[in-house]
C-alpha cells in the first residue's frame, strides 16, 4: 500500500471525538480508529454513490466483444457537450465535512461535528478532484478496481490524467503519496497545447519526473520511449511508490500507455476499451474531434499493433512486447503483476525450447525449456577416449557459437535467451594429441584436459585460488614458441588451432582484494538517506545498502581503492556514508583530495584513493570511476 501524508490535527480530531463517544481516555494509533468507530454504539455506516449516474450506467451495461471494433457505445452515455460532474467524485457530507476521492468499498472512519462512524463509497471507479476550483488537473482516474488476472487491480499506485500544476501537490502528494511523474507529451514533436517542456515535476522537488525525447502516441514506438516508460512505472510500483502518468488531457498518450499496463495485468479487452473511452465523459462526444471510440483509426492501430506481437492472448502480446521487444524481464513483469494486483495472480512464464543433438559428448544441463530473458549454462563433455570436433550452438536461427561456447573447457553461456536454442555437437576419436602443461601457483585452469587433439581449438579460464585475488603475468608456449601475446586476453587463454604441447605458467598476486562489498556502475549515493542513485562516471564501493556491502575498516586500517579517483573539490557527487555494524544510516560528506571528514582522511597517492583514520568505520563511498570492472580495493595491502 502506498503511504499516505495525514495532518497530524485531522487525526487528533478523530481520536477526539472517539474518545468523546465512548468515553474512554485511550490512545489510539490511525489504524485502530476504524475499529474503534465501528465499536461506538449509534456510530453512522455513510455509503454512497462516488462514482456519477451516468458513468455507472456506462460500465454496468456496456460490454465489448474484442474480436469486433467496428462499434462504440460510449456516445450513449456521454453527452455531445462535456458535464463536469460526470468527470469528478460525488461528494459525501459526513463529521461537518464534504468527503471526496474515498477508496471504493473501503471503510474509512471520520468524526467531528459531534458526528462519527465510516465512510463506504460505493462502485468501483474513483474518478480524482485534486482542488476545490475549476482549475484543478481534469480527467484524473485510479486505474485501481478493475477485475484482472488474480484479482482486482489495486487503487493507489497507478493514476491517470490530464497536466498538472504545483496547486495539485496537496491532494496528488499528500493525499495519495505520488513520487513519480512520468510527463507522456514528450521533448519533440509537442502539440503547442502541450506548453513549454519541462525539467522538473510541479508537485515538487521530492517526486521524480520522467519525460521521454519523443511521445508514444497509439502505437508501440518509439522503443526508448517504451523502454523509458516501463521501467519507469515497474521500478516504481514494485517499491510501492505511486505514479502519476499524463499528457495534456489524459486522454491519448495516456490512454496508450494505460492500455499497455492494464494489459499486463490481464485486464479484459472490454474494460480496457472502456477505460480507455471514459475520457469522452471530461472532452464530450459531439464530435470525432472530441470523442474517444474504441472503433475510431487511432485506437483500432494501436489494438491491431499489439495483437501483432506473438502470444496467444492480450496479456501475453503485452508481456512478450515489454520482455522481447523492451528488454523487461519475466522477474519484472511478476513482480509489478504481483503488487498491483489485489489477490494472486498467475506467475507468468515465456519458455523458449533448448534443443540438443550430441554424438559422442553428453551435456550437463538437461533441460529442455527456459524462461525467456533467462540465462542458460551448460558444458559439453567428449566420451572417453574422444575429443570434440565440432559444436554449434543457434538461438533464434541464429549462429551464437562464437560468443557462447568456450572449445576449451567445452561451457556454454547465454547470458539471456531470447529465442529457442539447438546445440549440435560431435565428438570423435583423435588421431594426434599434444600434452598440457599447467605451472599453476595459487591458481587454477576451467580446463583441466591434460590433451588436446592436434588441429582443435583450446581455451581456458586462469583463477586465483585461496585467499588470492589477481592474477600475474600468464604466458603461454606451444611447441616450445612463447605465444601469449596472440593467446591471452585477460584471464583467458584461447588457441584457436593446437599445432604442439602447450605450457601455461601463472601465478596469483595480491591477497587482500575486497570483493565482497560489490561495486555499481554509473551510481553514487544520495547524501540524505545512502541510497543508490544513477549517475553515469561514478561508482558505488559497496553496492547495496545493507551490512554484507558495507567497507569494514579497523582503527589504523588503510583503505586502497585503483581504478577510481577523487575530486580537487567538493562535486556534490562523490560522497562517503558512514554507517552503523547493521547498516543503519548514521552520515554523509561530500570527499575530495586533501579532505579530512569523520576522523577520515582521503587521499590520492600514485593515481590510487587511500583513506585512513584512527578509529573503526562501516562505509559505503561513490568515487569518479570509467569503468567500474577496473575498479581494485584492498584493506592494508599496497596495490601495484
Same mark, same amino acid.
Given at each position: 500500500m502506498a503511504k499516505k501524508l495525514y495532518e497530524e490535527?485531522?487525526?487528533?480530531?478523530?481520536?477526539?471525538?472517539?474518545?468523546?463517544?465512548?468515553?474512554?481516555?485511550? %490512545?489510539?494509533?490511525?489504524?485502530?480508529?476504524?475499529?474503534?468507530?465501528?465499536?461506538?454504539t449509534g456510530a453512522e455506516v455513510v455509503t454512497w454513490h462516488q462514482c456519477p449516474e451516468a458513468v455507472r450506467n456506462y460500465l454496468t451495461n456496456v %460490454?465489448?466483444?474484442?474480436?469486433?471494433?467496428?462499434?462504440?457505445?460510449? !456516445?450513449?452515455?456521454?453527452?455531445?457537450?462535456?458535464?463536469?460532474?460526470?468527470?469528478?467524485?460525488?461528494?459525501? %457530507?459526513?463529521?461537518?465535512?464534504?468527503?471526496?476521492?474515498?477508496?471504493?468499498?473501503?471503510?474509512?472512519?471520520?468524526?467531528?461535528?459531534?458526528?462519527?462512524?465510516?465512510?463506504?463509497?460505493?462502485?468501483?471507479?474513483?474518478?480524482?478532484?485534486?482542488?476545490?476550483?475549476?482549475?484543478?488537473?481534469?480527467?484524473?482516474?485510479d486505474l485501481g478496481g478493475w477485475a484482472c488476472d488474480g484479482g482486482t487491480v489495486k487503487y493507489g499506485l497507478l493514476i491517470r490524467g490530464g497536466?498538472?500544476?504545483?496547486?495539485?501537490?496537496?491532494?496528488?502528494?499528500?493525499?495519495?503519496?505520488?513520487?513519480?511523474?512520468?510527463?507522456?507529451?514528450?521533448?519533440?514533436?509537442?502539440?503547442?497545447?502541450?506548453?513549454?517542456?519541462?525539467?522538473?515535476?510541479p508537485l515538487g522537488g521530492d517526486v521524480r519526473f520522467t519525460i521521454a525525447d519523443k511521445a508514444a502516441t497509439y502505437a508501440l514506438t518509439p522503443v526508448a520511449t517504451w523502454q523509458l516508460y516501463l521501467r519507469c512505472v515497474i521500478d516504481a510500483v514494485t517499491h510501492r511508490e505511486p505514479v502519476y502518468f499524463h499528457c495534456t488531457a489524459g486522454a491519448d498518450r495516456t490512454g496508450t500507455l !494505460?492500455?499497455?499496463?492494464?494489459?499486463?495485468?490481464?485486464?479484459?479487452?472490454?474494460d480496457i476499451d472502456k477505460d480507455y473511452e471514459l475520457t469522452t465523459f471530461y472532452s464530450g462526444s459531439g464530435t470525432d474531434a472530441?470523442?474517444?471510440?474504441?472503433?475510431?483509426?487511432?485506437?483500432?492501430?494501436?489494438?491491431?499493433?499489439?495483437?501483432?506481437?506473438?502470444?496467444?492472448?492480450?496479456?501475453?502480446?503485452?508481456?512478450?512486447?515489454?520482455?522481447?521487444?523492451?528488454?523487461?524481464?519475466?522477474?519484472?513483469?511478476?513482480?509489478?503483476?504481483?503488487?498491483? $494486483?489485489?489477490?494472486?495472480?498467475?506467475?507468468?512464464?515465456?519458455?523458449? $525450447?533448448?534443443?540438443?543433438?550430441?554424438?559422442?559428448?553428453?551435456?550437463?544441463?538437461?533441460?529442455?525449456?527456459?524462461?525467456?530473458?533467462?540465462?542458460?549454462?551448460?558444458?559439453?563433455t567428449a566420451d572417453s577416449g574422444k575429443v570434440l570436433a565440432s559444436v554449434v550452438v543457434k538461438m533464434g536461427g541464429v549462429d551464437i557459437t562464437a560468443t557462447a561456447y568456450s572449445a576449451g573447457s567445452g561451457a556454454i553461456n547465454i547470458a539471456k535467451v531470447t529465442g529457442a536454442v539447438t546445440i549440435t555437437a560431435v565428438a570423435s576419436v583423435p588421431s594426434v594429441t599434444y600434452n598440457i602443461t599447467r605451472n599453476l601457483t595459487n591458481c587454477a585452469s576451467s580446463n583441466v584436459a591434460n590433451t588436446v587433439a592436434d588441429g582443435a581449438a583450446y581455451s581456458t579460464t586462469l583463477s586465483p585460488t585461496g585467499t588470492y585475488k589477481k592474477l600475474g603475468t600468464i604466458i603461454v608456449t606451444m611447441g616450445g614458441t612463447d605465444i601469449s601475446a596472440s593467446a591471452v586476453s585477460g584471464n583467458t587463454i584461447t588457441i584457436a588451432k593446437v599445432t604442439g604441447n602447450i605450457v601455461i605458467t601463472c601465478a596469483a598476486v595480491i591477497t587482500n582484494v575486497i570483493e565482497t562489498v560489490g561495486i555499481s556502475a554509473d551510481t553514487r549515493l544520495s547524501a540524505g538517506s545512502g541510497t543508490n542513485k544513477a549517475q553515469v562516471g561514478w561508482a558505488a564501493i559497496g553496492a547495496n545498502m545493507d551490512a554484507a556491502s558495507l567497507i569494514h575498516l579497523m582503527p589504523g586500517d588503510t583503505l586502497r581503492i585503483k581504478g577510481a579517483s577523487l575530486p580537487d573539490s567538493q562535486d556534490g557527487k562523490?560522497?562517503?556514508?558512514?554507517?552503523?555494524?547493521?547498516?543503519?544510516?548514521?552520515? !554523509?560528506?561530500?570527499?575530495?583530495?586533501?579532505?579530512?571528514?569523520?576522523?577520515?582522511?582521503?587521499?590520492?597517492?600514485?593515481?590510487?584513493?587511500?583513506?585512513?583514520?584512527?578509529?573503526?568505520?562501516?562505509?559505503?563511498?561513490?568515487?569518479?570511476?570509467?569503468?567500474?570492472?577496473a575498479v581494485i580495493a584492498t584493506i592494508n595491502e599496497p596495490i601495484t
Open positions: 490535527a485531522a487525526v487528533q480530531a478523530i481520536a477526539d471525538a472517539i474518545r468523546a463517544k465512548n468515553g474512554s481516555g485511550a %490512545t489510539y494509533r490511525i489504524g485502530d480508529m476504524a475499529a474503534a468507530v465501528r465499536a461506538i %460490454t465489448y466483444d474484442p474480436s469486433d471494433y467496428s462499434t462504440s457505445q460510449i !456516445a450513449n452515455y456521454a453527452p455531445a457537450a462535456a458535464v463536469i460532474s460526470n468527470y469528478k467524485p460525488i461528494g459525501q %457530507t459526513a463529521g461537518g465535512t464534504v468527503h471526496y476521492n474515498e477508496v471504493p468499498n473501503v471503510l474509512t472512519p471520520f468524526a467531528g461535528g459531534g458526528a462519527a462512524g465510516t465512510l463506504k463509497p460505493l462502485d468501483t471507479l474513483r474518478w480524482l478532484r485534486t482542488r476545490d476550483n475549476s482549475a484543478e488537473a481534469w480527467n484524473v482516474r497536466r498538472i500544476s504545483a496547486a495539485d501537490r496537496a491532494v496528488l502528494v499528500g493525499q495519495f503519496g505520488v513520487q513519480h511523474e512520468i510527463d507522456l507529451r514528450g521533448k519533440e514533436g509537442r502539440d503547442p497545447s502541450d506548453g513549454d517542456v519541462a525539467t522538473e515535476s !494505460a492500455c499497455v499496463l492494464e494489459g499486463l495485468l490481464g485486464m479484459s479487452q472490454s472530441l470523442a474517444r471510440r474504441r472503433n475510431e483509426p487511432e485506437w483500432k492501430r494501436l489494438i491491431n499493433a499489439i495483437n501483432a506481437v506473438s502470444g496467444n492472448t492480450f496479456r501475453d502480446k503485452c508481456v512478450h512486447f515489454a520482455v522481447g521487444t523492451c528488454g523487461m524481464s519475466m522477474a519484472d513483469i511478476n513482480a509489478y503483476r504481483a503488487v498491483m $494486483t489485489a489477490g494472486t495472480p498467475e506467475t507468468l512464464h515465456w519458455y523458449q $525450447t533448448i534443443a540438443k543433438s550430441l554424438t559422442g559428448c553428453t551435456l550437463s544441463n538437461t533441460t529442455s525449456q527456459a524462461d525467456y530473458g533467462e540465462a542458460y549454462t551448460a558444458t559439453i562523490s560522497i562517503a556514508i558512514s554507517y552503523s555494524e547493521t547498516a543503519t544510516f548514521l552520515s !554523509a560528506g561530500y570527499i575530495h583530495n586533501g579532505y579530512s571528514w569523520n576522523n577520515l582522511e582521503f587521499t590520492t597517492v600514485d593515481n590510487v584513493v587511500t583513506i585512513t583514520g584512527p578509529a573503526e568505520h562501516y562505509l559505503r563511498l561513490s568515487l569518479i570511476c570509467a569503468d567500474a570492472s
